[in-house]
């Protein structure tokens, strides 16, 4: 089962909330799954799902809240994804054409609306709801382990645009652009996410994001401090590489015994112990000497392998 399964099988098993609420999801619903028939000159209605969750809150939604005859037929899709869908059914029957000019989708005309009615989002929780019935509809959420993306998909740029005017009232920055003909509003933020499945009730979600982000920062941070040190400890190889070569010279064209006491001590360190830090060697002194200390010694045999190369 896909994260966006577990996800919907969650969020349809949730309760319906207040009246204005149901009508409100429902609207969300039928206007993104929904599709009007015209039976013996009767407004009729199909709704489609690919969730069997959401299938059964489409169909109590409609009994419940408008006590309409409904049924719901299984098809099972052909070519390579074999999965079943569903098709709820409302035949022709009192109220429908009602339900449809309530929800905001025709209006007395007849006509199609393609924006959302204004006095249905009016509320907060009738927006959460909206939502709710948006993802529902054509929402899907990637699993968090892989990455972070949110998408719905629309047909219309006014319903879109609309959408993201209703997320902005959360403070979640919808993006939107054209794909397919349609429009792809999607996220890739996990805080905007993690908003989102709080708003439509997936607690579960909530979780999971939760835990994949603290994982990979941590993960991210060990990472960091490994690569920190592998550059330091490439750092270290390279100046003590620089060292015995120095050192080497200085030896080999005059001796290190002409060499002052401080630096014979340290030249000899460095070639016993070719892969420490400063801070190391600097330790191995008797008595101990600092970082810059044991640097500044270095630097003067640099000086010294230096003027021999130029002579």
């Given at each position: 089962?896909?994260?966006?399964d577990?996800?919907?099988?969650?969020?349809?098993r949730?309760?319906?909330?207040?009246?204005?609420c149901?009508?409100?999801?429902?609207?969300?619903?039928v206007?993104?799954?929904?599709s009007l028939?015209?039976?013996?000159q009767?407004l009729?209605?199909?709704?489609?799902s690919?969730?069997?969750?959401?299938?059964?809150?489409?169909?109590?939604l409609?009994?419940?809240q408008?006590?309409?005859?409904?049924?719901?037929i299984?098809?099972?899709?052909?070519?390579?994804d074999?999965k079943?869908?569903?098709?709820?059914?409302?035949?022709?029957?009192?109220?429908?054409?009602?339900?449809?000019?309530?929800?905001?989708?025709?209006?007395?005309?007849y006509?199609?609306?393609?924006?959302?009615?204004?006095?249905?989002?009016?509320?907060?929780?009738?927006?959460?709801s909206?939502?709710?019935?948006?993802?529902?509809?054509?929402?899907?959420?990637?699993?968090?382990?892989s990455?972070?993306?949110?998408e719905?998909?629309?047909?219309?740029?006014?319903?879109?645009?609309?959408l993201?005017k209703?997320?902005?009232?959360?403070?979640?920055?919808?993006?939107?652009?054209?794909?397919?003909?349609?429009?792809?509003?999607?996220?890739?933020?996990?805080?905007?996410?993690?908003?989102?499945m709080n708003?439509?009730?997936?607690?579960?979600?909530?979780?999971?994001?939760e835990?994949?982000r603290?994982?990979?920062e941590?993960?991210?941070?060990?990472n960091?401090?490994?690569?920190?040190?592998?550059?330091?400890l490439?750092?270290?190889?390279?100046?003590?590489?620089?060292?015995l070569?120095?050192?080497?010279?200085?030896?080999?064209?005059?001796?290190?015994?002409?060499?002052?006491?401080?630096?014979?001590?340290?030249?000899?360190?460095r070639r016993?112990?070719?892969?420490?830090?400063?801070?190391?060697?600097?330790?191995?002194?008797?008595?101990?000497?600092?970082?810059s200390g044991?640097?500044?010694?270095?630097?003067?045999?640099?000086?010294?392998?230096?003027?021999?190369?130029?002579?």
């Amino acid at each position: 089962m896909s994260f966006t399964d577990e996800v919907k099988n969650e969020v349809a098993r949730q309760d319906f909330g207040a009246e204005c609420c149901r009508v409100v999801e429902l609207a969300a619903l039928v206007k993104n799954n929904g599709s009007l028939r015209i039976d013996n000159q009767q407004l009729a209605l199909n709704l489609k799902s690919k969730n069997a969750a959401v299938a059964r809150r489409i169909y109590r939604l409609l009994q419940e809240q408008f006590d309409f005859f409904t049924h719901i037929i299984v098809r099972k899709k052909m070519y390579l994804d074999k999965k079943n869908y569903y098709i709820i059914r409302v035949p022709p029957q009192p109220g429908v054409r009602e339900v449809l000019i309530e929800c905001g989708l025709i209006t007395d005309e007849y006509q199609l609306n393609h924006q959302i009615k204004e006095e249905l989002i009016a509320n907060k929780c009738c927006t959460r709801s909206y939502l709710r019935g948006v993802f529902l509809a054509v929402g899907s959420v990637s699993n968090p382990d892989s990455e972070y993306h949110l998408e719905v998909t629309v047909s219309s740029e006014k319903y879109a645009i609309q959408l993201q005017k209703l997320c902005m009232k959360f403070k979640i920055d919808l993006k939107r652009r054209q794909k397919n003909g349609g429009y792809l509003l999607y996220l890739k933020k996990a805080d905007d996410i993690i908003k989102v499945m709080n708003l439509i009730g997936s607690d579960w979600a909530v979780l999971q994001f939760e835990n994949a982000r603290v994982y990979k920062e941590v993960r991210n941070r060990v990472n960091r401090i490994v690569n920190c040190e592998t550059a330091n400890l490439n750092k270290t190889v390279v100046a003590a590489q620089r060292h015995l070569e120095d050192i080497e010279l200085i030896d080999s064209l005059q001796g290190l015994d002409k060499l002052p006491t401080s630096l014979q001590e340290i030249a000899e360190l460095r070639r016993k112990n070719p892969y420490s830090s400063l801070k190391e060697l600097g330790e191995l002194l008797e008595p101990t000497l600092s970082k810059s200390g044991v640097n500044h010694r270095l630097r003067r045999i640099k000086k010294i392998a230096d003027k021999l190369k130029g002579k």
